[in-house]
């Protein structure tokens, strides 16, 4: 019996319930709010591993799973984004843990790129910091659903109102608290479910281990044996005064990220973490269409696509591996199946799919929309690649931001260069850095292009470290760096310029380097018709220039 032509077929369905299973999401935040100890707590309470790390492991404690460089497990730090995917109350969650530390920006803007929805991690006693606020707005221009989650309730911090209102006032992002604390500092005892007017109470837990919840309802008159009335009494109170103010937790609005639900708790001690990530599975948004050259790319589109957000090499180093982390934005992938290269319009044939956990991985048979999939790269992948089967279709690219540092790589082995230009070119592929090069023919050394010194330490450390070659930095005294968006005929119009040095990026594009914004304003003042932009723009259908 054959179906009718309006009934989905049995694929159909397939496809469209395991998009309404998937979640997927970032966490930004300024260094040191506990992104990572909130990252290994959520991995913890969705059974994904018995035991979560300290990020400053000492002893026999275990390496937080998602920091995989050796470099990043010697400093504490997370500098490389990782995606971990695993399965919670019958969902898919895909957690694109992303760098904390502000050096590495753009590895984290390029991440965001592949997310659906964003959680904000605020310190509860510094309320909104600098990298907060700047990755915020990256979310906004991508219209990314934020949820906030105020961690370290069990230290001293603000007022739980007096941040909520620095977040309305200063990001103009109205907030819905879920839930509501019960005290603070070593007097934190749970949280309000402001939805069912339950009491959670937590107890703490041995390290790493899930914590011991109870619920009660406020009304019960047990409460008043397990928390002091006063703290009770205070919490109360100031879930009437947000009630008053009248406004609803408006799904739609919570996915336009106009409004954002906040939850209070503390990722060290595993108080708040499950309500959050209950609350998160049910107001989350799930895989949506994506932007394309032929218009809205609906998850349900029959066709596989997916486009490549992130390069990295090495992650196993006995393999000298490289690995193009790819978004699944329609369609079903499979295992051995054939796809499209838009950029090359070759046919590749993608035979050992992985599924990506930190540093581990294993063969993936399928995947769907919000899925990530890590592929071998042979070289041929780019950031912001399109893969696609069946009817064309072209992702946006992702856009290079401007640097602050610049620095000659100097390679003073001419035996190595070899190896010097593969790491260089490798390096450059994952966007570990940006890399420049000097009008002058002559001048073979590549100019290193980075937000902050730490990139240049991890460019330096994995050179030498991946491919055998020691490395010297000299630095050049510009902070500025330019696209100009006419390209060299807009540049030779305008003739000699003064207080700047013009360089080429890796694709052959006119670059000025000032070294402060005061020559930068100068300039201007000097050319007003010369356009610059502070963002590269999107390259397709062009190979960067190897060094």
């Given at each position: 019996?054959?179906?009718?032509?309006t009934?989905?077929?049995?694929?159909?369905?397939?496809?469209?319930?395991?998009?309404?299973?998937?979640?997927?999401?970032?966490?930004?935040?300024?260094?040191?709010?506990?992104?990572?100890?909130?990252?290994?707590?959520?991995?913890l309470?969705?059974?994904?591993i018995?035991?979560?790390?300290?990020v400053k492991?000492k002893?026999?404690?275990?390496?937080?799973?998602?920091?995989?460089?050796?470099?990043?497990?010697?400093?504490?730090i997370?500098i490389?984004?990782?995606?971990?995917?695993?399965?919670?109350?019958?969902?898919?969650?895909?957690?694109l843990d992303?760098?904390?530390h502000?050096?590495?920006?753009?590895?984290?803007?390029r991440?965001?790129?592949?997310?659906?929805?964003?959680v904000m991690?605020?310190?509860?006693?510094k309320?909104?910091?600098?990298?907060?606020?700047?990755?915020?707005?990256?979310?906004?221009?991508?219209?990314?659903?934020?949820?906030?989650?105020?961690?370290?309730?069990?230290?001293?911090g603000?007022?739980?109102l007096?941040?909520?209102?620095?977040?309305?006032?200063?990001?103009?992002?109205?907030?819905?608290?879920?839930?509501?604390?019960?005290?603070?500092g070593d007097?934190?005892?749970?949280?309000?479910d402001?939805?069912?007017?339950?009491?959670?109470?937590?107890e703490?837990?041995?390290?790493g281990?899930q914590?011991?919840?109870r619920?009660?309802?406020?009304?019960?008159?047990?409460?008043?044996?397990?928390?002091?009335?006063?703290?009770?009494?205070?919490?109360?109170?100031?879930?009437?005064?947000?009630?008053?103010?009248?406004?609803?937790?408006d799904?739609?609005?919570?996915?336009?990220?106009?409004?954002?639900?906040v939850?209070?708790?503390?990722?060290m001690?595993?108080?708040?973490?499950r309500?959050?990530?209950?609350a998160?599975?049910?107001?989350?948004?799930?895989?949506?269409?994506?932007?394309?050259?032929?218009g809205?790319?609906?998850?349900?589109?029959?066709g596989?696509?997916?486009f490549?957000?992130?390069?990295?090499?090495?992650?196993?180093?006995?393999?000298?591996?490289?690995?193009?982390?790819?978004?699944v934005?329609?369609?079903?992938?499979?295992?051995?199946?054939?796809?499209?290269?838009?950029?090359?319009?070759r046919?590749i044939?993608?035979?050992?799919?992985?599924?990506?956990?930190?540093?581990e991985?294993e063969?993936?048979?399928?995947?769907?929309?919000?899925?990530?999939?890590?592929?071998?790269?042979p070289?041929?992948?780019?950031?912001?690649?399109?893969?696609?089967?069946?009817?064309?279709?072209?992702?946006?690219?992702?856009p290079?931001?401007?640097?602050?540092?610049?620095?000659?790589l100097?390679?003073?082995?001419?035996?190595?260069?070899?190896?010097?230009?593969?790491?260089?070119n490798?390096?450059?592929?994952?966007?570990?850095?940006?890399?420049?090069?000097?009008?002058?023919?002559?001048?073979?050394?590549?100019?290193l292009?980075?937000?902050?010194?730490?990139?240049?330490?991890?460019v330096?450390?994995?050179?030498e470290?991946?491919?055998?070659?020691?490395?010297?930095?000299?630095?050049?005294?510009?902070t500025?760096?330019?696209?100009?968006?006419?390209?060299?005929?807009?540049?030779?119009?305008?003739?000699?310029i003064?207080?700047?040095?013009?360089?080429?990026?890796a694709?052959?594009?006119p670059?000025?380097?000032?070294?402060?914004?005061?020559?930068?304003?100068?300039?201007?003042?000097?050319?007003?018709?010369?356009?610059?932009s502070?963002?590269?723009?999107?390259?397709?259908?062009?190979?960067?220039?190897?060094?």
């Open positions: 019996m054959t179906s009718s032509p009934q989905p077929s049995p694929d159909q369905i397939s496809l469209a319930e395991a998009v309404a299973r998937r979640r997927n999401f970032a966490i930004i935040s300024h260094p040191d709010a506990g992104k990572t100890t909130l990252t290994e707590k959520l991995l309470y969705g059974g994904a018995q035991q979560a790390g300290a492991a002893g026999e404690q275990r390496k937080v799973t998602s920091d995989w460089m050796e470099l990043e497990k010697q400093r504490g997370s490389t984004s990782t995606v971990l995917q695993f399965d919670y109350a019958g969902s898919t969650i895909n957690l992303t760098p904390g502000q050096d590495f920006s753009e590895d984290t803007y991440t965001l790129a592949a997310a659906d929805n964003a991690l605020e310190d509860a006693a309320g909104l910091e600098p990298q907060t606020r700047k990755l915020f707005e990256v979310c906004r221009l991508r219209r990314i659903p934020i949820f906030t989650f105020i961690n370290k309730m069990d230290r001293p603000r007022e739980p007096e941040l909520l209102d620095e977040i309305e006032q200063e990001l103009g992002l109205a907030c819905w608290p879920v839930n509501w604390p019960i005290g603070s007097r934190f005892r749970g949280v309000i402001r939805r069912s007017r339950e009491v959670v109470l937590f703490r837990a041995e390290r281990r914590s011991a919840e619920r009660l309802s406020t009304s019960n008159p047990e409460l008043a044996t397990l928390v002091e009335p006063d703290l009770l009494a205070t919490a109360l109170e100031e879930l009437e005064l947000l009630e008053g103010a009248g406004a609803d937790l799904l739609p609005e919570v996915h336009a990220g106009n409004l954002s639900p939850f209070f708790g503390s990722a001690t595993n108080f708040g973490v309500p959050f990530l209950d998160f599975l049910e107001l989350a948004q799930k895989p949506t269409a994506r932007q394309s050259s032929e809205d790319v609906d998850p349900l589109r029959p596989f696509s997916g490549v957000f992130k390069l990295q090499a090495n992650m196993d180093p006995r393999h000298r591996d490289r690995v193009a982390f790819v978004r934005c329609s369609g079903k992938f499979e295992k051995d199946m054939t796809v499209q290269h838009a950029r090359s319009g046919a044939r993608l035979s050992r799919p992985q599924k990506l956990f930190g540093q991985r063969v993936v048979e399928d995947a769907y929309p919000g899925d990530v999939i890590g592929l071998n790269n070289g041929m992948f780019a950031i912001g690649d399109t893969l696609y089967s069946g009817t064309r279709v072209e992702y946006e690219g992702i290079c931001f401007s640097p602050e540092i610049f620095a000659w100097r390679n003073p082995n001419p035996s190595a260069f070899k190896s010097f230009r593969k790491g260089v490798e390096l450059r592929e994952e966007g570990a850095v940006q890399i420049l090069y000097d009008t002058d023919q002559s001048k073979r050394d590549p100019i292009a980075a937000v902050g010194q730490l990139q240049m330490e991890v330096q450390y994995r050179l470290h991946e491919y055998g070659v020691a490395t010297r930095l000299e630095p050049l005294d510009f500025v760096a330019r696209w100009v968006s006419g390209g060299w005929p807009a540049l030779e119009a305008v003739g000699r003064f207080n700047c040095k013009t360089v080429r990026d694709w052959g594009r670059v000025l380097l000032f070294r402060n914004v005061w020559n930068l304003n100068q300039l201007r003042e000097d050319h007003p018709d010369l356009e610059l502070a963002v590269a723009p999107v390259v397709s259908g062009v190979e960067p220039i190897a060094l």
